[in-house]
């Protein structure tokens, strides 16, 4: 039984990796699925497949259904993935992540032909219970990619997807940035917080707990 308790507007960091650290992304197709699935599976309402809500209708867009979180950022790495999510609905995290890690596995495994576990146990979380651990959090979320590039072969390093252009460059995106970027007097200062930080978030002795490689 996982020993943390999921509290409605309350913001965690979630994370987990392939199963014997397996790459769970191959190729752009996986990546692409995988970043879908964390939009298609969002909402309170129940869904069918991918493959069905793709004929939804135009008037009811995933972006205007009742969501179980919000993300606030996110990082997907060759062999693992972190997220912080903002809890907003009753059980709203397990019931988003059971559905993107029972939707993911299905597909990976149909496309690649293998049968099996392909992440590695339950997902781990970890409540981020201050303003100064969010906003540490968000620098190492938003940068993990930056993170594992050291001696990571180029074609890999481009099997990667994070939400720091969307923060950086004021994208309007996926994510709720407000809570951090609303602390900034604009993009570049944040910037230069996260980049600045990145050293000592690794050095954090919580934070090391959470490496995964």
Excluded at 20 to 25: S, T, V
Excluded at 100 to 110: M, R
Aim: charged share 25%.
């Amino acid at each position: 039984m996982r020993k943390i308790q999921f509290t409605n507007n309350e913001y965690y960091h979630i994370f987990n990796r392939g199963v014997d650290k397996r790459e769970i992304f191959l190729d752009h197709g996986d990546l692409s699925r995988f970043f879908q699935s964390m939009e298609e599976f969002n909402t309170v309402n129940p869904i069918g497949s991918i493959f069905e809500n793709s004929f939804r209708k135009l008037g009811n867009p995933v972006s205007k259904l009742e969501k179980l979180v919000n993300f606030v950022c996110y990082c997907l790495n060759l062999n693992h993935y972190h997220f912080i999510l903002e809890q907003l609905s009753d059980n709203g995290i397990e019931k988003f992540m059971h559905r993107l890690g029972i939707g993911y596995t299905k597909y990976f495994n149909k496309k690649h032909d293998r049968v099996g576990a392909l992440f590695q146990g339950n997902y781990k979380a970890v409540h981020i219970n201050s303003n100064e651990y969010l906003l540490h959090v968000s620098a190492y979320v938003n940068l993990n990619n930056k993170v594992h590039s050291l001696g990571n072969p180029v074609s890999k390093l481009r099997l990667s997807k994070s939400s720091w252009d969307e923060y950086i460059n004021n994208q309007i995106g996926f994510c709720k940035k407000d809570i951090v970027l609303g602390q900034f007097n604009n993009p570049n200062e944040y910037k230069e917080f996260a980049e600045s930080s990145l050293v000592d978030i690794k050095e954090r002795k919580e934070t090391k707990e959470l490496l995964l490689e």
